[in-house]
C-alpha cells in the first residue's frame, strides 16, 4: 500500500508569496494532520483535519491556513511568507480521532 | 500543558554497543507515548507506541521502550546497535482526548563502525 504523499518534495519562494503544498493520506484514512518541522528542532503541530471539518489547530498565525477535500486529500496555504517560514513541512494522516499517525517524506519550504 | 525533553541532543555510539535515549514528558493528565525515527532527507517512521497494558514496548528491529509513569519517562533502548540506525530520534505524547503530537527536540544517534 502506497503511504502518505506530498508534493512538492521541494520548493523555493521569495518573501511575501504565497505557497500551496499538498498531501495525500493514505488509502482510507480520513484524518490529516500538519506539522511545521525547523531545522535542528521537533516537528510543530500546525492543523488536524477529520471529514473535512478543522478538529485543532496549533500557535500559528492567520497566514497559515488548510482544506481538506472529498477524497481526504489536504491543502497547507501559507501566505505573506516569511524568511521564518523555511522549514520541512510534514503531513500525517491516521485512520480516525485518536488513532496512530503516519507521516509523509514532507515538503522542503526555503523562503529567500 | 504538556511538554517533552530529551535530554541529550547527540549521541555516539560505537557499533553493537549498547544505547539509551532519554525521553522524560510533562502531564497533568493521562497521556500516549511515541518513539519516531527519521532517516536523512526523510519524514518521520513509527518506531514504538504506548497506549495502555504493558508498561514494556518493543519495536521489530530490536528497540525498546518502558514507560515509567512515577518517572514520568518513556527512555528507549537498544542493546546492540548497528550502523543503520545512525538517524535523529524523536520522542512525543499526546493527550487522551486530542490527536495534536508534541514532540521533543530529537536525539542524533550516530554509530561508528
Known amino acids: 500500500d502506497a503511504g502518505v504523499t506530498q508534493s512538492p518534495t521541494h520548493l523555493i519562494k521569495t518573501r511575501g508569496q504565497h505557497v500551496t503544498l499538498r498531501c495525500s493520506p493514505i488509502?482510507?484514512?480520513?484524518?490529516v494532520s500538519w506539522y511545521q518541522q525547523v531545522l535542528g528542532q521537533g516537528p510543530q503541530f500546525i492543523f488536524q483535519y477529520y471529514e473535512k471539518e478543522e478538529r485543532g489547530r496549533g500557535n500559528f498565525p492567520d497566514r497559515f491556513s488548510a482544506r481538506q477535500f472529498p477524497n481526504y486529500s489536504s491543502e497547507l496555504n501559507v501566505n505573506a511568507l516569511l524568511l521564518g517560514d523555511s522549514a520541512l513541512y510534514l503531513c500525517?494522516?491516521?485512520?480516525?480521532?485518536?488513532?496512530?499517525?503516519?507521516f509523509g517524506p514532507g515538503t522542503r519550504l526555503l523562503v529567500l | 500543558a504538556q511538554s517533552v525533553t530529551q535530554l541529550d541532543s547527540q549521541v555516539p555510539v560505537f557499533e553493537e554497543a549498547p544505547v539509551e535515549l532519554r525521553c522524560n514528558y510533562s502531564?497533568?493528565?493521562?497521556?500516549?507515548l511515541f518513539w519516531y525515527v527519521q532517516y536523512p532527507n526523510q519524514g518521520l517512521q513509527l518506531l514504538l507506541k504506548?497506549?495502555?497494558?504493558?508498561?514494556l514496548v518493543e519495536s521489530i528491529n530490536g528497540f525498546e521502550a518502558e514507560f515509567n509513569k512515577s518517572q514520568t519517562s518513556f527512555h528507549l533502548r537498544k542493546p546492540s546497535v548497528h550502523i543503520s540506525d545512525t538517524a535523529e530520534y524523536f520522542c512525543?505524547?499526546?493527550?487522551?482526548?486530542?490527536?495534536?503530537?508534541?514532540f521533543g527536540t530529537g536525539t542524533r544517534l550516530q554509530v561508528f563502525p
Open positions: 500525517a494522516s491516521s485512520p480516525g480521532l485518536k488513532e496512530t499517525q503516519y
Open positions: 502531564s497533568s493528565v493521562s497521556v500516549y
Open positions: 488509502s482510507g484514512h480520513k484524518s
Open positions: 504506548y497506549l495502555s497494558g504493558s508498561t
Open positions: 512525543a505524547v499526546s493527550v487522551y482526548n486530542t490527536d495534536k503530537l508534541i
